[in-house]
């Protein structure tokens, strides 16, 4: 973490003045630009999923590497009973299953998986300094929609301002009820608040 100036009072970033917290909150978005762009030098044509994509993509359990080179050993042992696949390993030969290719594109996931590692501590201490924060203002400012919505009805000038917020409210109540509508069979379902309507 970057030191304090001396004569500040201040002593982390929850008391940190905005105008700072804004300078460095942009130094940081510079410095992952850089870094990404560093990275994608690195490993050129860094690969990009859809949330769809990111759902149903394949996801290996400790170990498993181990495991399928094992598979593989028993491919090389007897190539013959595994003529059939030979199309299928999406290689430079359609005619034979690629072992030496399959194996770099194993230690390449379990490469990957570990650099991804790496960045975890970091990202976790944004995100979850990011929800701590979030904790800090989201629930007593949903209170104070209820009652500014609740004034609002009798108030032109109030309605006005807050009618944005109600669309969007709303707007986000449907969209949760409808993922929960998509993820549970009607039979077992049954009604939840919703965070954002009272």
Known sequence: MASKKKDSS???????????FRSRAEKAKALAVEFVEKLDGLFPGLVTLTKEQRKTAPRLRDGE??????????VEMK???????????????????????????????LLFSKVAESFAPIGG???????????????TLYAAYRIAKAHAQTDRK?????????????????????????????????????????
Request: glycine residues 4%.
């Open 10 to 20: 201040w002593t982390t970033w929850e008391d940190m003045p905005i105008d700072e």
């Open 65 to 74: 590497h181990a495991m399928l080179t094992k598979v593989l050993d028993v």
């Open 79 to 109: 190539p013959v009973l595994f003529e059939s696949l030979a199309d299928q390993d999406e290689g430079m030969d359609p005619k034979r299953f690629e072992t030496a290719l399959l194996r770099e594109r194993i230690e390449k996931h």
């Open 125 to 139: 201490e944004l995100g979850d300094s990011a929800l701590y924060t979030a904790s800090k203002f989201r629930e």
């Open 158 to 198: 109030v309605m006005d301002v807050l009618a944005p917020v109600i669309d969007f409210m709303r707007k986000n109540t449907a969209a949760g009820a409808a993922t929960r509508k998509g993820s549970k069979p009607a039979a077992t379902q049954s009604p939840q608040p919703a965070a954002g309507e009272a």
